[in-house]
């Protein structure tokens, strides 16, 4: 029992939950998963004027939307502050701390060097030369961040620290701290930073920077742990794809790279895409109708479901298979021109004359007509796509004009006609 694996993810709740934090918290709960071990959660808020409710709600709500569910926790750092006094006094007591102008200062010994075995970057040296006796209570008695962070790591029975590279300064301090408490310090894994696709560090200004946007763009969880998973972490040079039991299998520490990492929005799209076309057209049909709040929607899904990535995409690219919308004007100037309109008056010809209204005899009728006037396939097409939906990018024509039927469809070309 004692020698199981402890680990635990320490957000300071000061807004959404980004993708870097998200990372860190999925790393976490897969070397928990993988190795029969613990997940901790503990809230580091003892930044009380941001570590508002809404914000701790905030990191809760993402975990569990990324069903990234936790053994133990939420700890409140702010609440073991009188753990955090006890530490401190009993430093100053042992002579391992000293007060200097009413903040304590550890004592750090002048020689020699604390040695962060990290699990990932190796051996990393910290010469104590270059470290001065640091503060760990201010003169209000309030305990410092690498105090409260190495006594709760302690309290807790953290076996391995896993978190962001920006960490790494901070660690010797902390095992110097635990040192003086007379304890080892856990295995640390410092992860690598990450970039966004301008190769700058990710930030708030980057597209989608926070799970909360993610999940709002209509991206699935499954998609973005594996998506977050191979944002420094590889199995083999190969593989993309990962159900979440393979990641929690193959999942290992010696695997992630000191390299920073890119999060690039465009691929998570792409991925998320795959994922969305492996659902059962029920399970997506449900999805969507939960989130736009209207039913009814399952034909329209069967045939969008090949063009979507995410949800949101659905309803701009398939909400004219339920209704009438405007025609976007930019699209109208690139298609209408040419000779289109009088296409679109042969294809309304066509059209009417198709029957049964199916999707072949469309096909047959539409593709004829392509042969007749001596035309592109999209010359045709794309009047008709522009008629029924009023742009230019729709799902399968054929099977889209076949949804709307025949009434509708003849309407929506007279409607488009009148206008030219
Ligand atoms: N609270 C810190 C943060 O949100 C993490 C501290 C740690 O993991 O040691 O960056």
Redesign the pocket.
Known sequence: MSSAVRVRF???PTGALHIG?ARTALYNWLVARGRGGTFVLRI?DTDRERSTPENVEQILDALRWLELHWDEGPHSQSARAGRHREAIDRLVSEGRAYEDEGAVRLRVPDEGSTVVDDAIRGEVRFEHAAIADFVIARSDGSPLYNLA?AVDDLDMGITD?V??ED?LSNTPRQVLILAALGAAPPRYAHLPLLHGSDGKKLSKRHEAASVQELRDRGYLPAAVRNYLALLGWGFDAETTFFTTEELVERFSLDRVSRAPAVFDEKKLRWMNGRYLRELAVEDLTRMLEERIGRRGLAPAVAIAQEKMQTLEEFWPLAGFLLERRELDERAWAKVMRDGAPERLVRAREALAGVKPFAEPEIEAALRGLVEEVGAKPGEVFQPVRLAISGTSISPGIFESVALLGQEETLARIDATLARV
């Open positions: 320490a957000p300071s934090g580091e962070v620290v978190r962001g960490h």
